[in-house]
């Protein structure tokens, strides 16, 4: 047996192919673009495993994964390719409709060809799992009930808004073809391996190397967050025993708004790696003009997973968080390669100018 991963160089897909092949001999064909966001690096532990093959491509290649298909005949697919950074999508849209809608739209067609051949043992055990944000669901005011699975779609940004429409697609796959499909909206990641554009990386990395940590707006906006191990375990067990057809929330209960999460950053880094100067890093923070249409508050009600299937998140915040700060400095040289890469230095440069 085998899985197909697409984005598995990704910050959550490179955790998923490590977390699966630590507890599973099951292979995976990892299908990844490697945009600026894929990162081989992040799979090096894997270069002489025979259980693991990284293919560079991309979701919208028809041929291309119809070929996998084809090839490898996977039980499953999760799909985990997307472009994912919310203020890229609002410099650059069309790359976000491109691979989150038209990539995942070519992915469902070919894996019907696929799945519409299976014999029919083989057609009920198949799954397709999408993997999806809170973000779809737009923004909470503050005394809002979190999200739950039967929230109305209402995305705002072109990141969120082509997520949701993907979303619409693997559900119609389900509704239109009987396809087995399930869908995860998983709360805020952090955690090893996340590329530093993200806020809780992108702080780690400025704060060691003197810059600022930009907080946007008055740095009140709410996000939820969870451990990127507890969301592959969460998706792990969606594979293995979610409904076909529905869809679930994954978050740890852990709403902090975004000035919280930065200052709590400085002071795990204020004990681990004290400025020379005996100074704490909250002097770095710097308040800057915020992101257009800026969601206030995003937070998953996560009782359907916990209660149908019996997943629970390991991690607290504070746990996790200082897991996180020990991987970034324990792994220098990973964030530096990408600090210092050309097109990382052009985005920070244009999108921080002002
Ligand atoms: P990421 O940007 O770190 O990685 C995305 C990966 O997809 C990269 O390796 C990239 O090379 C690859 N990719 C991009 N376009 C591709 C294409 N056309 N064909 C093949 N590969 C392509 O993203 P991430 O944070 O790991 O997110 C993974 C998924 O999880 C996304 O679908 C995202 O929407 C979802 N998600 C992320 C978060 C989060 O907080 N990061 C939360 C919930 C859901
Ligand atoms: P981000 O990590 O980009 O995730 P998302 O936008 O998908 O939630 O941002 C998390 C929060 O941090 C979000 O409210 C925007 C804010 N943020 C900053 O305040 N400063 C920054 O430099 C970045 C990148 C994000």
Avoid at 259 to 269: M, P
Avoid at 281 to 300: N, S, T
Wanted: proline fraction near 5%; hydrophobic fraction near 35%.
């Amino acid at each position: 047996m085998t899985i197909l991963v697409t984005g598995g160089a990704g910050f959550i897909g490179a955790n998923f192919v490590l977390d699966w092949l630590s507890q599973s001999d099951e292979p995976i064909i990892n299908l990844d673009k490697l945009t600026y966001a894929g990162n081989p690096q992040s799979l090096q532990a894997l270069q002489q495993d025979k259980r693991h093959e990284l293919v560079v491509g991309d979701i919208c290649d028809a041929g291309l994964v119809a070929d996998l298909l084809k090839r490898h005949r996977p039980r499953a697919v999760i799909n985990l390719a997307a472009e994912s950074h919310v203020d890229r999508s609002i410099q650059g849209p069309g790359a976000f409709i491109q691979t989150n809608i038209v990539g995942t739209f070519n992915l469902l067609e070919s894996v019907r060809a696929y799945w519409n051949e299976m014999d029919s043992a083989a057609r009920a055990a198949f799954r397709f799992l999408h993997v999806s944000t809170d973000e779809v669901y737009g923004s909470l005011s503050a005394d809002e009930d979190a999200f739950t699975e039967t929230r109305r779609y209402e995305p705002n940004s072109p990141y969120s808004a082509s997520k949701a429409a993907s979303d619409h697609l693997v559900r119609a796959y389900h509704h239109t073809y009987g396809m087995p499909v399930l869908t995860s909206n998983c709360s805020n990641n952090y955690g090893p391996l996340q590329f530093p554009e993200k806020l809780i990386p992108l702080v780690i990395a400025n704060a060691s190397s003197g810059k600022p940590l930009p907080v946007y707006g008055d740095g009140q906006q709410v996000r939820d967050w969870l451990y990127v191990a507890d969301h592959c375990s969460g998706l792990r067990r969606i594979l293995e025993a979610g409904t076909v057809g529905q869809t679930y929330n994954i978050g740890g209960w852990n709403e902090r708004p975004n000035l919280t999460v930065v200052t709590e950053i400085c002071e795990l880094l204020d004990a681990l790696q004290p400025r020379a100067d005996g100074v704490s890093y909250q002097e770095q923070i710097a308040f800057v003009k915020d992101r257009p249409g800026h969601d206030r508050r995003y937070a998953i009600n996560a009782s359907k997973i916990e209660r149908d299937l019996g997943w629970r998140p390991a991690e607290t915040f504070e746990t996790g968080l200082r897991k996180t700060v020990q991987w970034y400095l324990a792994n220098s040289p990973w964030v530096e390669d990408i600090v210092n890469g050309a097109y990382h230095r052009s985005w920070i440069d244009q999108h921080y100018a002002a």
